[in-house]
């Protein structure tokens, strides 16, 4: 690509930093384009690091993937900040960290939904939740997500399927 040339104007144009620019507004080319997340060890998520953490890492989880899946499909809205304060502060009020658990699911079946892959059910990833195997299932499930794209990594542009 040139100096001058315009990278919306020529949606298959990479910018100097080799990743590719989303195209145009016209929808109806491609679904879209989001940012691929960190694929992490299920296991590692659900125990270790919260165990060496006393528990922090859990809301550090919440907030990276809150995040990833928000830049992974635009379309998903969620602001990361206000559902760790849901599981934290929110624990006085009772409701709030439930319907944060709630919506970390539905969010991931919105994002397996914009990958193709088959979606996680909000209400079994709750009781999971509930019981204390909710990271566990919900990280498989999103790396699933990241698996879609075997040869990118994360940070990368990519296409989205739906």
């Known amino acids: 690509m040139g100096e001058g040339e315009d ?3 020529n949606p298959g144009a990479t910018t100097q930093w080799g990743s590719p620019q989303p195209p145009s507004s ?3 080319a491609t679904a879209g384009w989001g940012v691929l997340g960190k694929h992490r060890h299920p296991l590692a998520v659900w125990l270790g690091l919260p165990l060496i953490t006393l528990g922090i890492y859990g809301l550090v989880w ?4 809150n995040r990833e899946l928000s830049q992974y499909d635009r ?3 969620v602001n990361p900040a ?9 624990v006085v009020l009772v409701v709030p960290p439930f319907l944060a658990v709630w919506r970390l699911g539905t969010r991931t079946a919105q994002a397996q939904r914009a990958a193709g892959v088959p979606e996680v059910s ?8 509930v019981v ?3 990271p566990l299932y919900l990280q498989s499930q999103i790396n699933r997500i990241w698996a879609r794209y075997p040869v990118a990594v994360e940070g990368q542009q990519v296409p989205l399927a739906a």
């Not at 919440?62 to 993937?65: G, N, Q, R």
């Not at 206000?82 to 929110?90: E, H, I, N, Q, W």
């Open 62 to 65: 919440v907030y990276k993937t």
């Open 75 to 77: 379309r998903v809205k």
């Open 122 to 129: 909000p209400g079994l990833s709750f009781l999971l939740f």
């Open 26 to 28: 016209d929808s109806s």
């Open 132 to 134: 204390g195997f909710g």
């Open 82 to 90: 206000m559902s760790v304060l849901a599981c934290t502060l929110g």
């Open 7 to 9: 990278p919306v104007a």
